[in-house]
């Protein structure tokens, strides 16, 4: 609208200038030069309106980038869910700032709804949570795959999913997509300004997938917390013996979280001594599944105190003797160990 009335008025200053030339100039060649000027300078008043018209910068285009948390949940219906599948589809990451945690289906898996209303179903980056179906567990490295270590994970997952039902349903959480691959969402989401993700595997609660939990979870395994329990095999009910010995099978480690060559040295079975006078150890003997022996040698376990056997290599102090057989002893999923007196043919075993 500004730009055709400043073309009117260039357009009216130019005729009026004009007219008014050829009005007071007396001769016909200096009639046809007036005239011709009063021309160009009406053309001139078209050009310079029409400048500014050519050279108005136009709207910046939209791109890909994602879009910060408060824009993207402002936007609802299909502006919205067409922002994130352009993310999905660059592989960005996207972030939803004012999600609220509508249910938690796994302990590793949780479903939340944005700000817009949309809802949202994510996989735990970087970890992974025991199943509720001990038949159907997978093995995890430090943890016996037996019954009894598939019980124990299995366990742990449901304790896990109670509190995290209890904690976190109706509450504000921060979710941040870090892959979107078909079929696979999976994000870290922070609760209270802390990772839930590292939280789990720093209570045990998961195990870590990849590097970036990775002292989390060593630091679980030394403390021996939440699924990391399940690696000690410990008796639930009187352990059967013969001729009563106050010497017992207290605590059994036999898949530890490692492989092969490097876990044997924390491979290991505790015993301890629940009477009230001192044991002779030098004729008892160790016996794993009937086919590995060990024998203590001359070695006296005190009242109360315990006796840590290691199948690794290294040097025997009061508390600890080492098997040093260089390969593991103890299988991953079962067996049985014993304890026998070959002066007395008394005898403690336990199986796991």
Known sequence: MFA???FALFLAAGLFVGGY????AGRTGRRRTVIVAAVLLAAGGVTVP??????????EPMTSAPMPAAVADAGAGAGAAADERRDTRAG???VAANATVVAVS???RLTYRTG????????LAGVDAPGLDAATLEPFDGVPTGDQGRRCLADHGQRALVDLRTDLVGAG???RTTSTAVGTRTAVVTVDGQPLNRRLVERGRARATDGRYADAERAAQNARRGIWSCGVVEPTRPIRESNTSALRIVAVHPNPPDDAAAGIDDEFIIIENTGERAIDLSDWSLIV???HYYFFGDRRLQPGAELVVSVGTGRDDEGRVYWATGRPVLDDGSGTIRLIDGDTDRSVWLSY
């Open 4 to 6: 055709l009335a400043l």
């Open 21 to 24: 030339v050829i009005a007071r």
């Open 50 to 59: 029409a400048m500014p018209a050519a050279v108005t910068p136009s709207p």
């Open 92 to 94: 960005a990451a996207t």
């Open 106 to 108: 796994a302990p590793d």
């Open 116 to 123: 817009s209303g949309a809802r949202r179903t994510v996989r």
């Open 173 to 175: 959480v921060t979710v």
């Open 289 to 291: 599944d009937d086919t």
